[in-house]
């Protein structure tokens, strides 16, 4: 994809921010932003930002209009995980205080899956901090998964770790629609905050779940010390993934973990950074993750003219914005909550 030759992708001095539109056209005629193109948009100045989130809305609204995707997110296992993940407050190397508990029972993940549905929730998320589930864990979820689906109507993802192609299709037979699985990072980066498993390890994962015929949810985490170019592999790896919902967190930087004091994240930037996903992953659900309030402040709304979905409620071990302020902010900037679909197609190509 090749700017005009007068835009200020390819001259920063320009007064004439017109590449982000042209990017944006080329976008919606088919072609796909290269990785030279989707740099270029984490580099772009701070006075073409508007320009650039317009650019990303024109797509956004193409394949969206002005719905938004709620998400909640219930941490169903807090703490104990074996692996060294720095960035994690729940890995074995943190000294974060946070809570530790094993599976919650049954009637506590019925009464998330109520908040979800309270919340106006598409998708009750349930995470379990783990290398990959234990059976004993495995059959809680295939109990729980199909009494959540009949009374609430709820799509039901799962975040329970690394899985076997075995551990997969039985996800997919008790009714879990979607997986996550975050690649978290590019993979040149990612020996560099893991060392317990292998950057190919998730790859397998989400293999496993796409071979067994669910959704793909994955993305990654910006603000952990890697490159613009490394976001940009993690957001080219994810659209050759076909992920279906790809979640950006920004570093909540938590004491007790090594990366407590790595801080370097503008609002600015992270508006570039959703504004590059939606270019490069046009059609797929962007989502802004854990960090938002941190990291966007009161540029929060903006985020939406490029994203199409928000968790509503906290996050795994940090605290998010009130409900209350999420639809307020939903509400003000012309958008309006999506009423949950049970239409669905998946690409068990993942081509």
């Given amino acids: 994809m ?23 056209t080329s976008v919606l005629e088919g072609q796909q932003l290269n990785d030279e193109d989707a740099l270029k948009v984490l580099e772009a100045p701070d006075n073409e930002l508007l320009d650039l989130l317009h650019a990303a809305f024109r797509i956004r609204h193409n394949y969206f209009g002005r719905k938004v ?26 000294t974060a205080e946070i809570p530790r508990y094993n599976l919650l029972k049954r009637d506590e993940l019925l009464a998330g899956a109520q908040a979800a549905a309270d919340r106006q929730a598409k998708t009750y998320c349930i995470v379990i901090s783990a290398r990959g589930p234990s059976e004993r864990e495995m059959a809680a979820v295939e109990q729980i998964v ?22 997969a299709v039985r996800l997919k037979i008790c009714g879990v629609d979607r997986v996550n699985h975050n690649l978290n990072s590019g993979e040149e980066f990612y020996s560099q905050i893991c060392s317990t498993h292998t950057y190919q390890d998730r790859i397998d994962t989400l293999r496993a779940v796409r071979n067994a015929g669910m959704e793909l949810c994955s993305g990654g985490i910006v603000g952990m010390g890697e490159s613009s170019q490394d976001i940009v592999d993690m957001a080219i790896q994810l659209r050759d993934l076909r992920v279906e919902s790809i979640p950006v967190n920004f570093l909540n930087p938590i004491e007790g973990t090594p990366l407590a004091e790595r801080n370097e994240l503008t609002p600015n930037y992270c508006l570039k950074v959703l504004a590059m996903f939606r270019l490069v992953n046009p059609d797929r659900e962007i989502r802004i993750a854990g960090g938002r309030e941190l990291h966007l402040g009161s540029l929060q ?30 509400r003000n900037m012309g958008f309006e909550v999506a009423e949950p679909s049970r239409e669905k197609t998946v690409d068990a190509s993942g081509s």
């Fill in 301 to 330: 709304a903006l985020g939406l003219y490029a994203a199409n979905s928000i968790f509503v409620g906290d996050y795994l071990t940090t605290e998010g914005q009130i409900p209350e302020a999420d639809y307020a902010m939903i």
């Fill in 2 to 24: 090749t700017p005009p030759a007068n835009s200020s992708c390819s001259n920063f001095e320009s007064s004439v921010p017109s590449c982000w539109q042209a990017f944006a």
């Fill in 69 to 94: 995707q709620l998400y909640y997110l219930m941490n169903a296992k807090s703490g104990l995980c074996p692996e060294d993940c720095t960035y994690c407050s729940q890995s074995k190397i943190s």
């Fill in 146 to 167: 199909p009494e959540i689906k009949e009374r609430y109507q709820l799509d039901v993802c799962a975040c329970l770790g690394l899985l076997t192609p075995d551990q």
